[in-house]
């Protein structure tokens, strides 16, 4: 994530804190790498959390709520090609 950001132009940090004042999201600050390229990252949990990964906008096939827990979604993307985790 964070050689990505450099590669784009900006620190993580600096992305960070300009996309929380863009978008006006405080906490799990969805990462806007290159808009340019549709290229918008999305944290699955707190960056102080051991389960933090980021999910690509570019990779989600659909997202839906959950039936009984109304602010939860199901993401859902296609299968990896054969030999690909």
Not at 14 to 42: C, Y
Not at 55 to 79: A, C, E, G, M, T
Request: net charge positive.
């Amino acid at each position: 994530m964070r050689a990505s950001c450099l590669e784009n132009g900006s620190t993580y940090e600096g992305k960070r804190i300009a996309d929380m004042h863009h978008i006006g999201i405080k906490r799990k600050t969805p990462i806007l790498i290159n808009p340019s390229k549709n290229i918008f990252t999305f944290p699955t949990h707190s960056p102080t959390d051991f389960a933090y990964s980021w999910i690509l906008y570019s990779h989600v096939q659909d997202i839906k709520p959950f039936r009984n827990k109304p602010n939860s979604k199901s993401i859902k993307w296609p299968k990896p090609p054969n030999g690909c985790v």
